[in-house]
């Protein structure tokens, strides 16, 4: 993880008067940016049901109309041992409690219905997801 930091640090370099990288718990990144409206968030943090629908009730409101929310791992899965995603197609009947490690589909999905926007998603085997915030 430390490379992909660096790595993504030094790719966004150029930009660094337009971007700020919280490398932080979620809701402490949240506390420090109160007052300025957000063009884009990507939310890479704990993937769990609970955890990432907090971040989306964190973050959504720091997003200014027509910002882009973004994240990754849109999926659900059931953990091993090891935490890491079984990915056989198992959640079926599964409530979105016992998503404990992968419930992020589920999260935003709920969420974007909620809220009236729509879903879109890349094509990668681990695919990100996005929305535009299209109203206050």
């Not at 990288?21 to 890479?44: G, N």
């Not at 955890?51 to 059931?78: C, E, F, T």
Request: proline share 4%; charged share 25%.
């Amino acid at each position: 993880m430390e490379e992909n930091y660096y790595a993504t640090a030094s790719r966004l370099a150029r930009f660094k008067h337009r971007i700020s990288i919280l490398r932080m718990r979620s809701e402490v990144a949240a506390k420090r940016i109160e007052e300025l409206p957000c063009d884009f968030i990507y939310i890479d943090g704990n993937h769990s049901y609970s955890h990432v629908s907090r971040d989306l009730a964190l973050w959504y409101p720091k997003l200014r109309p027509g910002g882009v929310m973004s994240g990754h791992d849109y999926y659900d899965a059931l953990a091993d041992d090891n935490f890491e995603p079984i990915l056989d197609g198992s959640t079926s009947g599964f409530s979105k409690a016992q998503f404990t490690s992968f419930g992020v589909k589920s999260a935003v999905d709920e969420f974007a219905n909620i809220h009236g926007v729509d879903v879109s998603t890349t094509t990668e085997v681990y695919p990100s997801w996005y929305f535009r915030k299209t109203k206050e």
